[in-house]
């Protein structure tokens, strides 16, 4: 039973973790606070608006079919808001009355299997009373509602809801028997017209006259009454698996809803809490921007004007940023990032435009300032990380560096980071690297790799602007007048 | 006349070979251990029986070489699962309380057996066993289906088993209460049911579901009271098919074959051991083979051999060794480095002309091994707490006992003798048990830390080895004379610690 309001066959249900890399990935790129934003408090929707980040929709017309849902649900907010909580509650009400817990009798399965089944069927019918929200609806929304209908239309609801009513008193049973080899008797199915007590006394008129004979099993017997117990089971288990079944369905059916309007409500409430231009990105081969923001300070309501840049990358080319420290560099190479994982998602990304290339994920390898190692442990943890992403490295990864390999002298450090931004360039990965080594980017215009490089603003008078304007590296960094500004009034004391 | 699969005479030998104290130095007590897990079928009276001439011998190799062929094993693998003997089934029959079931019962033992037979038979005629055990098998199946009583006994089953398989019956039951009566049709479960209600849902869920939370409903092992319960009903119900029933019982209750119970007696021994040996060859890629008689004369030796023993505890790593003794050599004289491997080969040695003896296969490539009537052990025993003269009285005392029992037909295994006391002392008691044993043309294994040992005439001096310029063990055990120190010299050098080292140290 597919939901379909965010494409075809999506599985959210189910455990989800992480890997480490993406672990990285989230916090190298600040999602937290967007994250916080999403929720608005809803913890229970964390998960799966992480997810979505994590399972990039690759594929166009699916990006524009979840796209579509998540504009429409923005403005409708309140139904699926209705939705969602009839889902949360029918699914933590079962989950409350569900004991089925390691594994049980086929018999006990089959009662359990039941109960819980009415339940969920309560859940269908409060969905399908609601009022419907107005034409006209994005595929997401008309895909929903065929499967409701085709699933529990044509009266098929209140069938179903009176044979689990039936079958919540199923004390009487017949079954048909005939000798195993096995001494015992190999019993068929449950005959249905036993299900009710009442019936059973007709059927029991109606069998009159031939040949029988009866017996009653002591309560203390306890090796009868547990055979009697695998008679039952037997007899129930084609019943209990079926009815396993329709559970499953019902329980994936409610999950799904549950974190499939979750993200919708998720994506509706981020989308408010961003000030700045938003746009859903355009599936297309190259990857470019105008007036690209990063989302966290668009989350802060008293920055006034937060400075765009334009991007434009060709995939499996590289992008090196360079210039002036507190340029803005990690701040733009972040807001690459989100607008990747944001968009392949399906949200809306803060840009003015966007073009997006199907990458099939983001990895992230930035500097650690944590942890006071030694040079030589840094750079071997840097080293190690990067044989990590490399193990999962797909052509179509976007990887995002930030000051890699900065813990050894420059010169080394330059060696390295060439060395391994050309393989990454060579597996045909699209690399955005900030760095402050010169000679790195020396390097890289030696081997005329494919890279292009983009500077961070410095006025005459030592002022930034923020704007990154595409441009060769320039031999000095400025980190020393950052240093100068705190050190110099400190520095004059002494002389 | 076919008697055994396991003794070529009629009648098996009844000497029992004693030597617990030999099985357990060579750890084959952990081995017999480990291949007793693999079946219910006790094996000491095997296991603990050697053969005494190479044509028995040669009459189990054949089993275990046509056992390799995986038919003739999948023949006697199933045989040994669905046969009975008399003997196991008989008691367990009679004692049944209640009429019915016991009837029933015989019924059902009986048809499995003839169905074992019937299968057992069938299969072997179609592999290509050539041992005299499996061809005298097959032989004697062929008489005994030919048997009239054996015919008649088989066409009852068939008929009395249709009769009561064709019974049809109803079972309600309320509560505790259970009514069995008869029937002539069945309507639909409520399995049907429910699929037609949800059949959209069913068949838009993938059908490999994940069922696993419902027990799969039990067979019933054994005769529970419900189904004893259910029996007698049927009897009233459908008095004249038990009628049949009970006449077939006091006919065959006593119906007994002693050859093939034997035979079915035997089979697990030959299971088990191949089990066990399959699994070792098979997991950690380590060779067994039937080993050749050596006659008088000829040179005995095991190609690529290793410590069964050690190889069912760990498995992994096993290092193998050859074992070679030529017609003119006595004694080999094993020293080397601690935890070597020394003991561990002499292990090796012992249990192979053991299992030799069993006819079964034993560790190692082209085998050849003679038939050693008696084989000592002389390893330390764990009562070391025991005061040094007190110890060395009673090693003195046990290799005294060894020697004076010992002859041409022998093979003694000394572990580090006479460890209890100084090491002149041990060299000279250790030339003396070694030039008394020689005299009396027994051979054997001397496991020693005196070099000296290997000066004697025709012993043959080995050392397990040390990888070269490190301390790690090999665990190889070669022919070598002693070098007496080239052990402690690389451990030494580990240290820094040569005289060459403190020498250069000691230079400014």
Redesign the interface.
């Known amino acids: ?2 939901v379909g309001l965010l494409g075809e066959r999506l599985d959210w249900t189910g455990q989800w973790t992480p890997t480490e890399a993406q672990r990285a990935v989230f916090a190298d790129l600040e999602m937290q606070p967007i994250l916080e934003a999403a929720l608005d408090g809803q913890r229970d929707l964390a998960q799966v608006v992480t997810r979505s980040w994590f399972e990039p929709v690759t594929d166009a017309a699916t990006l524009v079919y979840r796209q579509q849902m998540a504009a429409y649900a923005t403005q409708h907010l309140d139904y699926f808001r209705q939705v969602h909580q009839l889902a949360k509650d029918t699914g933590a009400e079962v989950r409350r009355n569900n004991w ?1 817990v ?5 018999a006990y ?1 089959l009662s359990s299997t039941c109960s819980l089944c009415a339940r969920y069927l309560k859940g269908v019918a409060a969905i399908r009373a609601l009022p419907l929200p107005p034409a006209p609806w994005p595929a997401g929304l008309t895909a929903f509602h065929q499967t409701l209908t ?2 529990f239309g044509d009266g ?1 609801l209140a ?2 809801q009176s ?1 689990l009513a039936d ?1 919540s008193d199923n ?15 190999d ?9 009710h007590r009442l019936l ?1 006394r007709v059927s ?1 008129q109606l ?1 009159l006259g ?10 203390r ?1 306890d ?6 117990v ?5 007899a129930s ?10 559970y ?3 329980a994936h059916f409610f999950a799904e809803l549950e974190a499939e309007t979750g993200w919708l409500i998720a994506v509706g409430q981020l989308s408010a809490a961003l000030t700045g231009p938003q746009v859903f990105p355009t599936a297309a081969p190259k990857f470019t921007a105008t007036g690209l923001t990063n989302a966290v300070l668009q989350l802060q309501p008293d920055v006034s004007t937060v400075i765009g840049n334009a991007l434009d990358l060709t995939p499996g080319h590289g992008l090196i940023i360079t210039g002036a420290n507190q340029g803005g560099k990690t701040t733009f190479l972040r807001a690459v990032g989100q607008a990747v994982l944001m968009g392949e998602a399906g949200m809306p990304v803060c840009a003015e435009k966007m073009t997006l290339p199907p990458f099939d994920q983001v990895l992230t390898h930035f500097k650690r300032e944590e942890d006071a190692q030694v040079v030589s442990e840094k750079l071997d943890e840097e080293l190690k990380r990067m044989r990590g992403l490399v193990d999962q490295l797909t052509p179509q990864s976007l990887v995002l560096m930030n000051e890699s390999f900065s813990s050894t002298n420059e010169h080394e450090g330059s060696q390295i980071n060439s060395e391994i931004t050309g393989g990454l360039l060579g597996r045909g990965c699209t690399v955005v690297s900030v760095s402050h080594q010169f000679e790195y980017t020396q390097l890289l215009q030696q081997e005329a790799l494919p890279v292009r490089f983009l500077r961070a603003e410095r006025a005459e008078d030592g002022s930034r602007s923020f704007k990154l304007m595409a441009g060769a590296p320039l031999p000095t960094s400025y980190g020393q007048d950052i240093f100068d500004r705190r050190f110099g009034a400190l520095r004059k004391k002494h002389r | 006349m076919f008697k055994s699969l396991l003794f070529p005479a009629a009648k098996p030998p009844d000497i029992r070979v004693s030597g617990k104290a030999m099985l357990t130095d060579l750890h084959l007590d952990q081995v017999f251990h480990a291949i007793q897990q693999l079946t219910a079928q006790p094996l000491d009276e095997f296991l603990l029986r050697p053969l005494t001439t190479a044509d028995e011998i040669t009459y189990r190799q054949a089993v275990f070489a046509d056992l390799a062929d995986s038919q003739v094993h999948a023949a006697l693998t199933a045989f040994s699962k669905n046969y009975e003997p008399h003997q196991a089934y008989v008691g367990r029959v009679t004692r049944v309380y209640e009429d019915e079931v016991k009837w029933y019962t015989l019924l059902i033992r009986l048809k499995r057996n003839q169905a074992a037979l019937h299968d057992l038979a069938t299969q072997l005629a179609a592999s290509h066993c050539q041992s005299a055990a499996l061809l005298g098998l097959q032989g004697y199946l062929t008489d005994y289906f030919a048997q009239p009583g054996i015919q008649k006994l088989e066409s009852a089953l068939v008929a009395i088993q249709q009769a009561l398989g064709a019974l049809r019956y109803r079972l309600v039951i309320d509560d505790l209460h259970v009514t069995v009566e008869e029937t002539t049709g069945f309507t639909d479960g409520l399995h049907e049911s429910i699929g037609g209600v949800f059949a959209p849902m069913l068949a838009d869920q993938a059908n490999d579901d994940d069922f696993s939370a419902i027990e799969p409903p039990e067979t019933e092992l054994g005769v529970s009271n419900l189904q004893a319960m259910i029996l007698r009903a049927l009897r009233q119900v459908f008095p004249e098919a038990f009628a049949k029933l009970l006449a077939f019982y006091r006919q065959y209750l006593n119906a007994q074959d002693e050859v093939l119970d034997t035979v079915a007696a035997e089979v697990p021994f030959y299971l088990a051991v191949q089990a066990f040996e399959k699994h070792l060859g098979a997991a950690y890629d380590l060779p067994f083979c039937l080993p050749t008689a050596a006659g008088p004369g000829a040179t005995e030796q095991v190609q690529a051999s290793f410590d069964l023993a050690l190889a069912a505890q760990r498995g992994h790593g096993i290092v193998t060794n050859d074992y070679r003794l030529a017609a003119d050599e006595q004694f080999l004289i094993i020293s080397g480095p601690n935890q070597g491997g020394k003991t561990t080969y002499a292990r090796m040695v012992g249990e192979n002309y053991y299992l030799y003896r069993l006819g079964i296969p034993i560790p190692g490539r082209d085998a050849a091994l003679g038939l050693k009537t008696q084989l000592f052990t002389h390893f330390e025993r764990a009562e070391s707490a025991a005061k040094l003269t007190g110890l060395l009285a009673a090693d003195v005392d046990r290799i005294y006992e060894i020697v004076n029992a010992s002859d041409a037909g022998s093979f003694v295994i000394m572990n580090e003798l006479f460890s209890s006391t100084t090491a002149a002392d041990a060299e000279k008691m250790g030339r003396e048990v070694l030039t008394l044993l020689a005299a009396r043309g027994a051979k054997g294994i001397y496991v020693t830390f005196l070099d000296s040992l290997a000066t004697l005439p025709n012993v043959v001096p080995m050392m397990s080895q040390v990888a070269s310029g490190s301390t790690a063990r090999t665990y190889k055990v070669v022919r070598t004379q002693p070098d007496g120190q080239a052990y402690a010299l690389s451990l030494l050098a580990q240290y820094g610690l040569r005289s060459a080292d403190i020498l250069k140290e000691a230079q400014p």
Not at chain 1, 102 to 106: E, L, P, R
Not at chain 1, 210 to 219: D, N, Q
Not at chain 1, 237 to 246: G, L, N, R
């Open positions: 039973m597919n089925l390691g594994t049980q009798a086929a399965s085709t699933q098929r069938k179903m044979l079958l004390r009487v049973y017949a079954v048909e028997g005939r000798l195993s080899a096995s001494l015992g008797s019993v068929g199915e449950r005959e249905v017209q036993h299900v059973d029991e069998h031939k040949r029988k004979a009866s017996f009653t099993l002591s309560a017997d090796n009868g009454t547990k055979a009697l695998r008679v039952e089971n037997q288990y084609a019943s209990a698996k079926a009815m396993m079944q329709i499953h369905a019902l």
